[in-house]
């Protein structure tokens, strides 16, 4: 008697998303949907999200909008990957800075998501991350450097001292350089951002997310 073979089902991934927009949280969850293997769950703050992974239990994995209520910055990463049981959590934005997907990362986040990314592209970097994986779209990162003024590492480090509110004397001390060298990376960078002076510069670079 001939055997019939049987479709192998795939295995059922759980993926929480928390966005306080409801066109993009909703649209999301429906495009994700469509995958024959993700369960999509939604809610609209970082608190409900808690509240839901202490009901529901842990999942696969966690989407977190950067700028939601409850997030406090990167500290609503931190207390997901705690109450997720150290299974991955990412962040999603339509605005974040590179320096701002780098520290995520840093502090533990599975990766970044920028919502303008391509359906077929999400899902694919979706299952990555849930497999153990680290993901930030290489065109993001590349569109980020070109933003940021064409400036160089050296400036960088200067600007984000001066967003600091350092002097150029403390900046000098904590990159081991010069004092006339920080006032001549401090000219360079803001003839590149068409400032009037550092304190320019330093509302340039977080208007337009370069730091």
């Known amino acids: 008697m001939e055997e019939r073979a ?12 928390a966005d306080d927009h409801d066109l ?36 696969d994995l966690v989407l977190l909008d950067y700028k939601m209520p409850g997030m406090n910055g990167l500290d609503g990463v931190a207390r997901m ?14 605005d974040a800075s590179r320096r701002i997907a780098e520290e995520a990362i840093a502090s533990g986040a599975a990766g970044f998501i920028p919502k303008t990314m391509a359906s077929r592209s999400m899902a694919s970097s979706l299952r990555f991350m849930i497999a153990g994986g680290v993901f930030v779209p290489y065109d993001f990162l590349r569109q980020e450097d070109k933003v940021a003024g064409d400036l160089s590492q050296r ?13 150029n004397k403390e900046i000098a001390r904590e ?29 340039i670079a977080r208007d337009k997310n370069f730091l």
């Open 81 to 94: 990957i705690e109450a997720n049981q150290g299974r991955p959590v990412a962040l999603m934005s339509g």
């Open 175 to 203: 990159l081991d350089l010069q004092e006339v060298t920080i006032k001549l990376h401090v000219k360079t960078l803001s003839r590149k951002l068409n400032a009037r002076n550092r304190t320019h510069a330093a509302m």
């Open 24 to 59: 993009v949280r909703e649209s999301l969850a429906a495009l994700l949907k469509q995958e024959d293997d993700f369960r999509v769950t939604t809610v609209a703050s970082l608190d409900d999200a808690l509240d839901a992974v202490a009901s529901a239990g842990d999942f």
């Open 6 to 17: 049987t479709a192998v089902q795939p295995p059922e991934l759980r993926l929480l998303i």
């Open 155 to 167: 400036e960088t480090e200067v600007l984000r001292g001066i967003a600091a509110g350092k002097s």
